[in-house]
């Protein structure tokens, strides 16, 4: 029977396997991430797997426990590489950083 707590928790679940991206989650990075014990949050991943809302991602990670943990992702993420995300991830903030370095203009020769 699930607590009342049961439907934030899996939308925090959720949301984290989400915020992933396709390099996903394992239960124990959820648990660390979350500060929720293994058996709530095994139980409420269960509940997302059953509902169909995350997938097995097909491949494990080391876990703190010396098995390999099962990556969860959600479905959209099915198929996409990881390596590809955490590239995009990485590179985010080069536009930005372009913009800024634009911003600042010229620079102008210093001496010391």
Do not use: N
């Amino acid at each position: 029977m699930s607590s009342p707590l049961a439907p934030s928790i899996k939308q925090a679940i959720l949301d984290a396997i989400r915020a992933a991206g396709p390099t996903g989650c394992t239960v124990p990075e959820l648990e660390a991430t979350l500060g929720r014990p293994h058996q709530t949050v095994s139980a409420r991943l269960s509940e997302l797997k059953a509902a169909g809302l995350v997938k097995d991602a097909g491949r494990t990670r080391p876990s703190p426990f010396a098995v390999q943990a099962i990556v969860w992702i959600t479905p959209e993420f099915v198929g996409k590489d990881p390596r590809y995300h955490e590239l995009l991830t990485k590179l985010a903030p080069l536009p930005q950083l372009a913009r800024t370095i634009q911003d600042l203009g010229p620079l102008e020769e210093t001496t010391i």
